[in-house]
């Protein structure tokens, strides 16, 4: 790096690192094509990240635009729960369910994934529930977490089950991160990228099953 980043930087890079990888592991996971992933941090504690993920997918069947739905939305919901995931080496590696739905509405920066969840949930059930009516609001309610409760379930395992292998490629993120140089002015902005030849390159990226 050009400049060493602060602790309290480095501590929060790592923590949105971890969220941008938990998108991206379980994607990999779930057979979507994938590309770089990228950070950018500044010294006040403002961040933006992105995992590249194509949505290009072949749909012959209703079976299939149901899974690929629900793998849409696990992709999702998988940032905020990466998120949680303690950075100790010797703490249980567990999903914070409360935190990690603060995240997600809003808390801190993943509203965007919010937004697309709560419409992916609702195409969802419209299809597999096409008899209920609109006026039968306790029975869409109860739909509706029917489908959220088991797309989170199987997101929260395969969370568990790669917490390692997130965990390793969101050190790999962070300490590809350098300070962005401005023309000579003193910058606040620390900048990261594993490109797709990167990732497909570490040993952990290899690891994640389909």
Not at 24 to 37: D, I, K, P, S
Not at 47 to 75: C, F, N, W
């Amino acid at each position: 790096m050009t400049r060493k980043m602060p602790p309290a930087v480095r501590d929060h890079a790592l923590q949105i690192a971890h969220h941008e990888m938990g998108h991206y592991v379980v994607a990999r996971a779930l057979g979507f094509a994938t590309g770089g992933v990228t950070l950018t941090v500044t010294m006040d504690l403002r961040h933006q990240g992105g995992a590249s993920i194509s949505l290009v997918h072949p749909i012959t069947s209703m079976d299939a635009m149901k899974e690929h739905l629900e793998a849409r939305m696990m992709v999702l919901l998988a940032g905020a729960m990466a998120q949680t995931l303690p950075s100790k080496p010797s703490a249980a590696k567990r999903v914070d369910k409360p935190k990690a739905t603060a995240i997600l509405k809003g808390e801190q920066g993943a509203e965007q994934d919010y937004a697309k969840v709560r419409e992916l949930q609702h195409l969802l059930r419209n299809i597999f529930y096409p008899d209920t009516g609109p006026a039968s609001n306790e029975r869409i309610t109860a739909e509706l977490k029917t489908l959220t409760d088991r797309a989170w379930a199987r997101t929260q395992k395969i969370i568990e089950d790669q917490a390692e292998t997130i965990a390793e490629l969101a050190m790999a993120l962070v300490d590809s991160m350098t300070i962005v140089e401005q023309w000579g002015r003193p910058s606040d902005t620390y900048e990261g990228m594993l490109t797709a030849p990167m990732l497909e390159r570490l040993w952990a990226g290899q690891a994640i099953p389909s």
